[in-house]
């Protein structure tokens, strides 16, 4: 039995095959086929645009898939959403679908856009959202540089984004959030069902929570005289508690903590003026919860 998996090809492509690699899944794309190569015999993989990935996961033709929220709303796909995976191409964060203008337009809420021009790849999405806030304009489908159409081919725009710089860059405003949205591991409703394939699918999903919760971590061993223990730890955040075990020398302590990277830089000459020895920072694939 195989569990028939989407990959997002696109924007997400590398950022996911990435994330699956610290999870410990080994995938290989050619340019040439859409059905990349991954370690692990009892997964078939398949490189699906996010954009279409909630409708053949819907349809079956896929068990499984990564896409984001966005996508499987526009879609109205029904689908088990199995995780939220908090990650991006850039930031491994949400996204926002935005309401962005030119700088100049006087248009200054989603209300000033009565029988204005629309452009969106997100269609049904950005309708639903007019029709919430009692609004009737003309939403066209953008086949993509959609930056570039106000003010000429459109009056306005819905795009995502995770920081602003593009819209910025093309001079225009953001004026509200229509969607927030991050990558999900969502599966078939059928599957879901299937005792095998969700044990299946409950695996991947715990060593992918593991990756994402190792993102931005490092490991941090230490030595230590215990009568220099208290300063050490006083040196580490306050809210961690390490592991402390002791060496063959009765007088000296082992420490082992995880922290946060950016912490560490600034902690180490702090822990070696505090009397710590052989202080060893190692990398994290996962943290298992």
Known sequence: MKLKLGIPKGSLESATIDLFRRAGFNISTSSRSYFPAIDDAEIECMLIRAQEMARYVDDGVLDAGLTGRDWVEEC???????????????????????????????????????????ATELVATTKRYLAQNGVSAKVEFSWGATEVKPPVLADAIVEVTETGSSLRANKLR?????????????????????PWKRRKLEDIRMLLDGAINALGKVGLMLNVEKANLSAVLSVLPALKK???????????????TILDEITVRRIIPRLKEAGAQGIVEYPLNKIVM
């Not at 990650?87 to 200054?108: D, H, I, N």
């Not at 402390?244 to 009765?250: F, M, P, V």
Request: hydrophobic content about 45%; aromatic content about 6%.
């Open 76 to 118: 109205e796909a029904q689908v088990v959403t199995i995780a939220d995976l908090v990650y991006a191409k850039q930031s491994f964060g949400k996204v926002r679908w935005v309401l962005a203008v030119p700088e100049a337009s006087p248009v200054q809420s989603v209300k000033d856009l009565e029988g204005k021009i629309i």
């Open 174 to 194: 953001i004026v509200e959030t229509v969607l927030e949205s991050n990558t999900q591991l969502i599966a078939n409703v059928d599957t879901w069902k299937d």
């Open 242 to 256: 390490p592991t402390i075990s002791t060496l063959s020398d009765e007088e000296w302590l082992a420490v082992n």
